[in-house]
């Protein structure tokens, strides 16, 4: 189906039905409970989960298959996003030219950058890379002030050039849109004491989730795909069987780079700003964690781990102590104070250290990332199947 | 002329002179062994031939090409294949798929971004590869990792992958090296297997006499890189020259 095995349409079809269906999926809990705060189906964090999920999944295609550590994948992202709202400032506030102007600049600038950092393998390349984000970082941040807007960075106003679009109307607001649909445009469904909400610019990244997703399935299944494979595996074997590593690991840096820049100028589209802290070291970072963690060279992997990350970026990091003190009233005033001292480091801005602490226990017991750990329940599950069927037909003795 | 015809090669390595003086020519459809005790530049032959090293002076020609400031993949290209001392084989790959990469890399050459077909809709590559693991008897373990298999298998893998590419020059390092007898008789009868199934010439770096006196038809002895003699196994085992530089007692044995 569509140039798909059986078991990977599966995997598609189960990705597009719960990207269809996050927002109910991910608003378990009525709006006036206590678990509301659980809640991630709001329309901000939706965007952020497949934004990053393409993120990741580009990262992946580099990083998964060929095994080049990137460590300045985030520099590919600012610059697609600087190159998106540049289009939605001169031509028009429609999301397409940015998003595609986005993938264009993102991936002539890692043709540069892969160029040259593919000429070293290993710990070199990953510093090489740092260093190539690092200095765009710095670029954005400073030299380059008058494309990039320095520290305070970009946003669409209301006197921009727009050539495409008609002048606006007093007291109308330069919005994103996609051919007339807002992207901030919401729709709630209340159904009891739930709140759903569908929102369209969650939507449309939902959409680009899902076809950037397929199109990873076509890479890792083709003979392309296979040498980058070959690259990570052996590279002695692979250049005595006549092949040429370089290009492969270019191309594969080129289109990861792309996906990057996508996903960047997703950003600008839900959200029309740009910063240069977007390209900093620790965004690089964010990335490889989110691969490492959902399970890297998987196809679903990195989309597990750029949502489990997210989430507790978010929802983590906004339980504070008030909100502590609400759950554990019931406790004696003692007690309660205790567990609420050792709780507390790891909630509100400690949530880095609750990720820390998932990230090491991920790579220590399970260094196949979340994939592994599903991987497991189901070989348990299957295992125990096995057993009660074999307990069936032997009799007992 | 040979297929091969290494003249007057030089290589140093500070104040190690490797080769001196090398030459050697390799005849069409033989197998050729190439001798001799450690530090006698069988490697250092073998990395000139390959692309890995660039020689000081002298000229390798291949099929009446020059080889030398090639890169290894394209020397590959031009039909030499090489067996590694340690297989070198793509491990975390199935055997299947470790099989199929120089069937891709024969057809389509060095790179080609062919990133949208599926790999399993190439019938006519996955058919040859099969067809080739069914001739070395590991059909069965097709979607195996490549990693996980004895190091007898994996010597075939890799000989089986080289053969694949339908190359005109086999080079194996030391095929058997570190191998129980019973992976060395193997290995030893699949060689002749391909000798006799098909057009190729081989050149064989090995230290086992017994793999040596099986297999070549032509031998060459080095000693402090350069060639000592050039003969036929059975004038070999009795050259004096031969039995006092290397051999000793167990060419007799």
């Given at each position: 189906m569509l140039g798909m095995t059986r078991k990977d349409a599966m995997m598609l079809a189960i990705v597009a039905i719960v990207a269809l269906l996050a927002p109910f999926i991910l608003n378990p809990f009525p709006v006036d409970s206590g678990f509301a705060q659980f809640n991630a189906g709001y329309p901000d964090l939706m965007q952020r989960f497949a934004i990053f999920g393409i993120f990741a999944i580009g990262f992946n295609i580099l990083f998964g298959l060929t095994?080049?550590?990137?460590?300045?994948?985030a520099a590919f992202l600012g610059v697609g996003s600087y190159a998106a709202i540049w289009m939605m400032k001169l031509l028009t506030t429609n999301i397409l030219p940015g998003m595609v102007m986005g993938i264009i600049v993102a991936g002539l600038f890692a043709l540069v950058v892969g160029f040259i950092s593919l000429r070293r393998s290993g710990i070199y390349f990953a510093i090489l890379t740092l260093a190539f984000a690092q200095m765009s970082y710095a670029l954005a941040y400073s030299v380059l002030t008058p494309i990039t807007g320095g520290e305070t960075g970009l946003q669409l106003k209301l006197n921009d050039a727009r050539v495409l679009d008609a002048p606006l109307a007093p007291g109308e607001r330069a919005d994103a849109n996609l051919f007339g649909i807002d992207m901030t445009s919401s729709y709630d469904l209340i159904v009891g004491g739930w709140q759903f909400t569908f929102n369209a610019g969650y939507y449309i990244a939902a959409v680009v989730l899902v076809l950037a997703f397929y199109l990873s399935i076509r890479i890792f299944r083709s003979p392309f795909g296979m040498m980058l494979r070959a690259i990570k595996s052996n590279n002695t074997r692979m250049t005595y069987t006549g092949l040429n590593a370089r290009p492969y690991a270019l191309a594969a840096f080129v289109i990861s780079g792309m996906y990057a820049g996508l996903a960047g100028g997703l950003m600008v589209a839900m959200d029309t700003q740009v910063g240069p802290e977007r390209m900093f070291w620790t965004a690089s970072g964010e990335v490889v964690l989110m691969t490492i963690l959902g399970g890297a060279g998987t196809l679903i992997g990195p989309v597990l781990g750029a949502g489990l990350i997210k989430y507790m970026e978010n929802i983590i990091s906004k339980i504070n102590s008030s909100i502590l003190h609400e759950w554990f009233y019931w406790m004696p005033d003692g007690l309660e104070d205790f567990v609420i001292t050792l709780i507390y480091p790891f909630v509100g801005k400690g949530w880095h250290l609750t990720l820390g602490i998932v990230f090491m226990l991920v790579v220590i017991f399970l260094p196949g990332g979340l994939v592994e750990g599903g991987q497991r329940i189901k070989r348990l599950f299957e295992s125990k199947k096995a057993r009660k069927t074999s307990d069936q037909t032997t009799p007992a003795e | 002329m040979g297929i091969l015809e290494v003249k007057n090669v030089n290589k140093r390595f500070g104040g190690l002179q490797a080769l001196s003086d090398m030459n050697l020519s390799i005849a069409e459809n033989t197998v050729h062994a190439i001798i001799g005790p450690n530090g006698a530049g069988k490697s250092t032959l073998l990395n000139v031939l390959v692309g890995k090293l660039i020689p000081d002076t002298g000229s390798v020609m291949f099929d009446g090409q020059s080889v030398l400031g090639r890169k290894p993949y394209e020397i590959n290209q031009m039909g030499i294949s090489r067996v590694f001392q340690t297989p070198e084989i793509f491990g975390d790959l199935t055997v299947l798929e470790n099989m199929m990469i120089p069937i891709f890399a024969k057809r389509d050459g060095a790179f080609r971004m062919h990133a949208i077909e599926s790999v399993g809709n190439e019938r006519a590559v996955v058919q040859q590869a099969e067809h080739m693991l069914e001739s070395l008897n590991m059909a069965d373990q097709r979607h195996n990792h490549s990693a996980s298999m004895s190091r007898g298998n994996k010597r075939r893998l890799e000989i089986g992958m080289c053969l694949s590419q339908e190359p005109r020059l086999l080079l194996l390092d030391e095929p058997t090296a570190g191998m129980a007898r019973a992976d060395t008789n193997n290995t030893i009868d699949l060689l002749k297997q391909i000798k006799e199934e098909r057009d190729i010439t081989i050149a064989i770096i090995e230290h086992d006499m017994h793999v040596v006196f099986s297999l070549a038809e032509r031998i060459t002895v080095l000693a402090q890189g350069t060639p000592l003699v050039e003969d036929t196994p059975d004038n070999i085992k009795g050259h004096p020259k031969v039995r006092e530089a290397y051999l000793g007692e167990s060419a007799t044995a």
């Amino acid at each position: 189906m569509l140039g798909m095995t059986r078991k990977d349409a599966m995997m598609l079809a189960i990705v597009a039905i719960v990207a269809l269906l996050a927002p109910f999926i991910l608003n378990p809990f009525p709006v006036d409970s206590g678990f509301a705060q659980f809640n991630a189906g709001y329309p901000d964090l939706m965007q952020r989960f497949a934004i990053f999920g393409i993120f990741a999944i580009g990262f992946n295609i580099l990083f998964g298959l060929t095994g080049y550590l990137s460590f300045g994948h985030a520099a590919f992202l600012g610059v697609g996003s600087y190159a998106a709202i540049w289009m939605m400032k001169l031509l028009t506030t429609n999301i397409l030219p940015g998003m595609v102007m986005g993938i264009i600049v993102a991936g002539l600038f890692a043709l540069v950058v892969g160029f040259i950092s593919l000429r070293r393998s290993g710990i070199y390349f990953a510093i090489l890379t740092l260093a190539f984000a690092q200095m765009s970082y710095a670029l954005a941040y400073s030299v380059l002030t008058p494309i990039t807007g320095g520290e305070t960075g970009l946003q669409l106003k209301l006197n921009d050039a727009r050539v495409l679009d008609a002048p606006l109307a007093p007291g109308e607001r330069a919005d994103a849109n996609l051919f007339g649909i807002d992207m901030t445009s919401s729709y709630d469904l209340i159904v009891g004491g739930w709140q759903f909400t569908f929102n369209a610019g969650y939507y449309i990244a939902a959409v680009v989730l899902v076809l950037a997703f397929y199109l990873s399935i076509r890479i890792f299944r083709s003979p392309f795909g296979m040498m980058l494979r070959a690259i990570k595996s052996n590279n002695t074997r692979m250049t005595y069987t006549g092949l040429n590593a370089r290009p492969y690991a270019l191309a594969a840096f080129v289109i990861s780079g792309m996906y990057a820049g996508l996903a960047g100028g997703l950003m600008v589209a839900m959200d029309t700003q740009v910063g240069p802290e977007r390209m900093f070291w620790t965004a690089s970072g964010e990335v490889v964690l989110m691969t490492i963690l959902g399970g890297a060279g998987t196809l679903i992997g990195p989309v597990l781990g750029a949502g489990l990350i997210k989430y507790m970026e978010n929802i983590i990091s906004k339980i504070n102590s008030s909100i502590l003190h609400e759950w554990f009233y019931w406790m004696p005033d003692g007690l309660e104070d205790f567990v609420i001292t050792l709780i507390y480091p790891f909630v509100g801005k400690g949530w880095h250290l609750t990720l820390g602490i998932v990230f090491m226990l991920v790579v220590i017991f399970l260094p196949g990332g979340l994939v592994e750990g599903g991987q497991r329940i189901k070989r348990l599950f299957e295992s125990k199947k096995a057993r009660k069927t074999s307990d069936q037909t032997t009799p007992a003795e | 002329m040979g297929i091969l015809e290494v003249k007057n090669v030089n290589k140093r390595f500070g104040g190690l002179q490797a080769l001196s003086d090398m030459n050697l020519s390799i005849a069409e459809n033989t197998v050729h062994a190439i001798i001799g005790p450690n530090g006698a530049g069988k490697s250092t032959l073998l990395n000139v031939l390959v692309g890995k090293l660039i020689p000081d002076t002298g000229s390798v020609m291949f099929d009446g090409q020059s080889v030398l400031g090639r890169k290894p993949y394209e020397i590959n290209q031009m039909g030499i294949s090489r067996v590694f001392q340690t297989p070198e084989i793509f491990g975390d790959l199935t055997v299947l798929e470790n099989m199929m990469i120089p069937i891709f890399a024969k057809r389509d050459g060095a790179f080609r971004m062919h990133a949208i077909e599926s790999v399993g809709n190439e019938r006519a590559v996955v058919q040859q590869a099969e067809h080739m693991l069914e001739s070395l008897n590991m059909a069965d373990q097709r979607h195996n990792h490549s990693a996980s298999m004895s190091r007898g298998n994996k010597r075939r893998l890799e000989i089986g992958m080289c053969l694949s590419q339908e190359p005109r020059l086999l080079l194996l390092d030391e095929p058997t090296a570190g191998m129980a007898r019973a992976d060395t008789n193997n290995t030893i009868d699949l060689l002749k297997q391909i000798k006799e199934e098909r057009d190729i010439t081989i050149a064989i770096i090995e230290h086992d006499m017994h793999v040596v006196f099986s297999l070549a038809e032509r031998i060459t002895v080095l000693a402090q890189g350069t060639p000592l003699v050039e003969d036929t196994p059975d004038n070999i085992k009795g050259h004096p020259k031969v039995r006092e530089a290397y051999l000793g007692e167990s060419a007799t044995a």
